[in-house]
């Protein structure tokens, strides 16, 4: 293995063209028509254009990646996470075709992609699974009876689903079949496939992750990290460790994601997700197969390159992981900037970044698929970078995050930084006192107080004004003697923009 093709963009991308270097191995960026000049095929050793921005004909077309990897002389693929990461029939092509998958084996990823095999896997391994259906729910009766077994609220779920797409929460049987409907729906058009299962809704929950690492001799885990302020089943803030996760709880989750990996015979980095209660009772919810977006926070605390441990795995070595139970050391913090606005209901922008300065300094790491003068388009995800910071402590994490966050600056696309601001100075969110519907109970943390809308409309109004005074006291005369040219016109009209 001496030359990896990267099948992703953005910054995970970038990641993992770092990894390879420090590994001694060329990489290969490929790159849509939209992402020609992307900071990731800048950084890597070569770049081979797969085609359209359209993700489809791009990178979602296994045909072309192959092509481009064939083209560029690699020997391996590392698929980063979403597009075709968790695709078995991806891991598949790619070994069909005498290359080496960076990833988990095509028969781990089909286990647990469908989630009611899992589901019934884990239940036969010793896992603890959220009460519920374990086949997928076809028709209203046995629906009906798998609601009325769990006992209600229930949580209608796609079976090949991820990322909150075919979910419903049904509080009444008057409800379940409206629910079905939608959520197949939904599920047929995000995933191919319209399969949905019941489980118990639980209420308040935290949600747990346990990152675990296995190698063709061991498997280990690397402890937990909170992922609870979530969106619409949508991350956006993780940290390592968890303060609601004890050392007694953490061995016991963590056995238990060691338990669900052996189960499908895993190798590679994953991640099993549980939903933890205030008594201490935890529930797997689904094993992602691939390096996850909050990877860095558990990179942080347990010293451990998780990336390049992928590397060394798909050459067939062992993990560099020491042998024994490793512990947490201090605490970190991740912020996904994505270019939406949480005022106006987390709609994504578009636009070139005009300006970007990075935070800096002890405890920050700056993980960004993005630079000064690139373009943001709507083609993608909408996450430009993660924020990351090590501190000592919780406490101490809070505040170098939020210092970080006062240093950030994106000019040209809205973003979320406002809301991560708002988040880090939250008395409750300081005391730790979250679950997944935390932000549902709190709209004033995605949406600015009036007031101070209010203070920002009048400064633009203000900026508006002076740029306006400034260009009339530089007029430009015209050859027909107006103030303004159309040309000058034109240049100020760019200029506001």
């Known amino acids: 293995m001496k030359r990896v093709l990267i099948a992703n ?10 990894a390879c270097h420090e590994e001694g191995l060329e990489a290969v960026a490929v790159y849509s028509a939209a992402d020609r000049t992307a900071p990731h095929v800048r950084a890597a050793d070569r770049a081979v254009a797969i085609g359209p921005a359209a993700p489809s004909q791009s990178y979602l077309s296994i045909e072309r990646l192959l092509a481009a990897a064939s083209d560029s002389g690699a020997d391996a693929i590392h698929p ?3 597009f075709l990461a968790e695709r078995a029939a991806f891991a598949e092509a790619v070994e069909r075709a005498g290359l080496i998958f960076v990833g988990p084996p095509a028969s781990a990823i089909r286990a647990m992609g469908d989630k009611t ?11 603890p699974i959220v009460p519920g259906g374990s086949a997928p729910s076809r028709d209203m009766a046995g629906a009906l009876a798998a609601a009325e077994s769990s006992g209600y609220p229930v949580m209608v779920k796609a079976a090949a689903g991820g990322g909150g797409k075919g979910m419903r929460v049904v509080t009444t049987p008057a409800d379940l079949e409206p629910a079905l409907q939608t959520a197949r729906s939904e599920a047929l058009k995000a995933f191919g496939d319209d399969n949905v299962y019941l489980e118990k809704f639980i209420e308040r929950p935290r949600h747990i992750e346990i990152q675990v690492l296995a190698d063709h001799q061991r498997t280990v885990h690397l402890g937990e990290r909170e992922c609870s302020i979530q969106r619409r089943h949508q991350k956006l803030v993780e940290e390592a460790p968890s303060a609601a996760v004890s050392t007694e709880l953490r061995e016991k989750m963590g056995g238990a ?7 499908v015979g895993y190798r590679s980095a994953g991640t099993c997700e549980f939903l933890t209660t205030a008594d201490g009772a935890f529930y797997f919810l689904e094993m992602n197969t691939r390096i996850q977006v909050e990877h860095p926070v558990t990179e942080m605390v347990y010293g451990v390159d998780l990336v390049r441990e992928q590397l060394r795995i798909a050459r067939g070595e062992a993990m560099q992981v020491p042998q024994g139970k490793l512990q947490p050391r201090g605490w970190a913090l991740e912020c996904r900037i994505t270019s939406e606005d949480p005022a106006n209901g987390f709609l994504p922008s578009a636009g070139r970044i005009v ?14 698929g993005v630079d000064t003068g690139d373009e943001v388009t709507l083609h993608y995800d909408s996450m430009l970078a993660k924020l990351i910071v090590w501190a000592p402590t919780r406490p101490e994490a809070l505040t170098r995050m939020s210092e970080g966050l006062s240093e950030l600056v994106i000019a040209g696309v809205g973003t979320n930084q406002g809301f991560h601001r708002r988040l880090m100075s939250d008395p409750a969110f300081q005391r730790a006192e979250i679950d997944i519907q935390f932000l549902e109970r709190r709209p004033d943390l995605i949406a600015p107080e009036p007031e101070l809308q209010s203070i920002r409309e009048l400064a633009v109004a203000a900026a508006l ?3 306006e005074g400034r260009q009339s006291r530089h007029a430009v005369l015209s050859p027909d003697g107006s103030s303004t040219s159309e040309w000058a016109r034109q240049a100020r009209s760019e200029a506001l923009r």
Do not use: H, K, N, T
Not at 257 to 263: E, F, G, Y
């Open 355 to 368: 300006y970007l300065r990075a935070p800096s300094g002890p405890g920050i790491r700056w993980d960004a």
């Open 465 to 467: 004004a002076e740029a």
């Open 257 to 263: 994601a060691v338990a669900a990996a052996r189960a």
């Open 117 to 127: 095999e899992a589901r019934a896997r884990m239940s036969a391994a010793g896992v």
């Open 9 to 18: 963009r953005g910054e995970i991308a970038l990641r993992i063209i770092r």
């Open 80 to 82: 980063g996470y979403g």
